[in-house]
């Protein structure tokens, strides 16, 4: 279907592909492919159409899996030997209700955002280890493990207790890409009061 409607050449990655056809009476132009970051942000109105339960009829994912299951309801009926009427409706039912299900489920799951990018929200209270000693008026170098990745920074104390290579470090702040540390066992709560 992909080699007849020309699109053997798209990016599916995604899931989604997007192509103009000019639809005036001046049929003698060009088609136009546009890259989709390239267009203005789409109004209210388009973002709502787009959203609507009709929308579903146009989506290439509904079609799909649509007529799939129609297709797979349709011969396992018909191979029990049902009444033609009745696998005949079956198959439509289980064509459109497959096929909006699918449709539905990878619209939600491409909403979804995940983002495996290093802020510096994420490295507070994170605790990690002394690659390079240092101490209150020197810098040093600290390994953290931070959203599955081990990664180094630059890092300052104010503690006056010198850091030694291999000390476990707790993150209390960020600045610049540094990060300002403390020895872990500081910040445990002294219970010998």
Not at 88 to 112: E, H, K, P
Not at 162 to 179: A, K, Q, Y
């Amino acid at each position: 279907m992909a080699i007849l409607g020309g699109l053997d050449g798209a990016d599916l990655a995604d899931g989604h592909f997007e192509f103009e056809v000019p639809t005036d009476a001046d049929s003698d132009r060009d088609l136009e492919f546009t890259d989709p970051g390239d267009r203005p942000s789409p109004s209210l109105f388009a973002r709502a159409q787009r959203s609507s339960p009709l929308s579903l009829l146009t989506s290439f994912k509904f079609w799909t899996f649509g007529l799939c299951f129609f297709g797979l309801t349709g011969l396992v009926l018909t191979n029990l030997g049902l009444n033609p009427g009745v696998v005949a409706i079956v198959a439509v039912l289980m064509g459109l209700l497959c096929g909006s299900m699918m449709a539905l489920t990878l619209r939600a799951l491409r909403q979804r955002y995940a983002s495996s990018l290093v802020e510096t929200a994420d490295l507070a209270g994170l605790e990690g280890t002394v690659e390079v000693p240092f101490d209150a008026s020197t810098r040093g170098k600290v390994r953290v493990r931070v959203k599955g990745s081990v990664v180094d920074y630059i890092a300052y104390t104010n503690d006056q207790q010198p850091l030694e290579r291999g000390d476990r470090i707790l993150v209390i702040g960020t600045e610049n890409n540094r990060l300002w540390v403390i020895p872990a066992e500081s910040s445990a709560p002294d219970l010998s009061a």
